[in-house]
């Protein structure tokens, strides 16, 4: 029998979780399980069981760690030890990684050509001064030969890491 308390704190606990993560582990846990209780008398040998079904039916590896994610995160939740902290699942893993192809790479170089249809962003952009700006930046990534990485710093709050106005010297010439 679950104390009154006991649902509190479960309700504090779940709470913690961002409602896109909860939703995912609970979906993730249903679509996998099939049952609420599951987690009772579940154990490191029910998970790779499991995790080889998954392989066997071709699931994405991507898709195989949302649902131990959810596995791990449920056995917190009712206190038991967490079957995928197991060296065996870790090692598991690492070999299905190690097994998956590398996906084609299907990027594409940018030439003249290609950044000329880039460079027409009428139908994308709101403003002209956004037009503007994407231009500016496009074609300075490809003409200074920068990555864009280079460019645009990696949050919004990352002054200093990108090239900034002050970088950047216009001419007529």
């Not at 709470?15 to 896109?20: H, I, N, R, V, W």
């Not at 001064?129 to 990696?154: D, K």
Request: proline share 4%; charged share 25%.
């Amino acid at each position: 029998m679950v104390v009154a308390w006991c649902h509190i704190v479960l309700d504090l606990i779940g709470a913690s979780l961002a409602p896109k993560t909860k939703h995912m582990y609970e979906s993730a846990w249903r679509v996998s399980f099939n049952s609420p209780t599951a987690m009772e008398g579940f154990n490191t040998e029910d998970v790779l069981r499991f995790l080889r079904r998954k392989r066997e039916c071709g699931k994405s590896l991507q898709l195989v760690r949302r649902q131990l994610l959810s596995i791990a995160f449920f056995a917190g939740l009712k206190g038991v030890r967490d079957p995928t902290k197991d060296p065996r699942m870790r090692r598991a893993i690492l070999g299905w990684e190690c097994m998956t192809l590398p996906k084609e790479n299907v990027r594409k170089l940018i030439d003249v050509a290609r950044l000329a249809h880039i460079v027409v962003l009428h139908q994308v952009c709101k403003s002209p001064y956004e037009v503007s700006l994407f231009r500016f930046t496009y074609l300075l990534t490809f003409f200074g030969a920068c990555r864009i990485s280079e460019l645009m710093a990696p949050f919004k709050a990352g002054q200093g890491t990108g090239i900034e106005l002050a970088d950047v010297i216009l001419s007529d010439s």
